[in-house]
């Protein structure tokens, strides 16, 4: 189930009060009527003293978050160490996720479930949605005859095109980025050239950043593709250029090809799989890029050669640049081993938090020379300075 506390922000009450002052002339003439402030101006600004939490506050989320946690903690929930989104209780096996005021609950019984919310109501207005349908704009279909639960975000794609006044493209898009050919065998791949062509005024900046900013959360929540596409042109946001833009109108293209994207769970083992990979000099100012794709599956046997995991939605898929510049394809990828497998150890945390216990978490990549690097069976030469950087794998 879900549940959505109101007004959240509002109920907290600060240590100590703070001040601000606003023109009198932003004032609605309904609101100064009402609150008879033509006698409370002092040199054209109303001062007002702020008591709770509010909107624009930079402290409101933590003071919310503050009274939450000594509001629940009498009766048995805590947030998970490591993970301040994952709450557990004590001695019932009720669990929830809490992003900011909205709350995915786990629970086994009704008892469990009315108990969190009758807390919770002594101090918050709440609404409930028993059957868990909506959470964090997510829509999730749960279909527990087949094993299986589908998220997707209805609607958002046609509202995204229609803040931009993006038409339908006249040729499907299939492809959210272009293809950067790689270079295999003897040939050397050099790093690509500066982007030459003309930089865009300050509407076409916010165009470009407006574009990464409403794709973002969508693609990491339900459309992965899109990720390799908003990492390139998040790279150029600062300084865009025209090239930017035809990149941004390739992924909108796409995203109205495919415009009610979905990821489908089916029921596992809840074991953590990790497949990584890089791509080497495919950024601007000879940058790589690293990704990993997270998902749960079952635990196959160790012996004889174990058997592949089945495949499933995926929990968590990033895509990010590598600071560093770095020497070769290999150590591209051990690069992308490095922060995908600490990406793990969080999940991990979560998973066993959940009653889900971990046996040791594959972590699959497709480069022989970086396979034999992190088990240690090759010499190292060249790769000495990749032990210093990555040496924790």
């Known amino acids: 189930m879900s549940a959505d506390l109101k007004d959240h922000f509002f109920a907290s009450p600060m240590n100590r009060p703070e001040y601000m002052k606003i023109p009198y002339k932003y004032f609605p003439d309904d609101i100064i009527q009402k609150y008879n402030l033509q006698n409370k101006v002092s040199n054209g600004y109303i001062y007002i003293k702020i008591k709770k939490g509010m909107y624009g506050l930079k402290q409101a989320a933590l003071l919310a978050y503050n009274k939450l946690v000594q509001h629940l903690a009498p009766h048995g929930y805590r947030p998970v160490p490591h993970s301040l989104g994952l709450w557990t209780h004590d001695t019932r096996p009720t669990s929830f996720c809490l992003c900011v005021d909205d709350f995915g609950i786990k629970y086994f019984t009704k008892n469990d479930a009315n108990h969190l919310l009758d807390i919770l109501k002594k101090s918050f207005k709440i609404s409930t949605d028993w059957e868990g349908k909506n959470y964090c704009g997510l829509t999730i279909d749960w279909n527990y005859d087949d094993n299986y639960a589908d998220i997707s975000m209805p609607g958002y794609i046609d509202r995204v095109l229609h803040r931009f006044q993006h038409p339908k493209p006249p040729k499907p898009q299939y492809a959210p980025h272009t293809w950067t050919t790689p270079v295999y065998g003897q040939s050397t791949q050099y790093a690509r050239e500066p982007d030459q062509s003309p930089p865009l005024d300050s509407i076409g900046i916010k165009y470009v950043q407006s574009v990464v900013g ?180």
């Open 214 to 393: 409403s794709l973002l959360y969508y693609s990491r929540a339900v459309d992965p593709t899109m990720l390799p596409a908003l990492n390139e042109i998040a790279t150029f946001q600062a300084n865009p250029t025209e090239n930017t833009k035809i990149k941004c109108k390739m992924l909108l293209d796409y995203a109205a090809t495919y415009p009610n994207a979905k990821i489908r769970y089916h029921a596992s083992d809840m074991v953590l799989h990790a497949d990584s990979d890089a791509a080497y000099l495919v950024l601007p100012n000879a940058k790589s890029r690293i990704a990993v794709h997270f998902y749960l599956s079952s635990d196959p046997p160790k012996s004889p050669a174990p058997p592949k995991p089945a495949p499933n939605g995926p929990i968590l898929t990033e895509c990010k640049t590598i600071r560093h510049v770095v020497a070769s394809a290999a150590e591209a990828e051990t690069g992308g081993l490095f922060y995908n497998g600490q990406t793990i150890i969080p999940i991990r945390q979560v998973l066993e938090a959940l009653g889900h216990k971990q046996p040791p978490t594959p972590l699959k990549t497709d480069n022989s020379t970086t396979r034999d690097f992190v088990n240690r069976s090759l010499r190292q030469k060249r790769s000495k300075s990749w032990d210093m950087r990555y040496h924790w794998l």
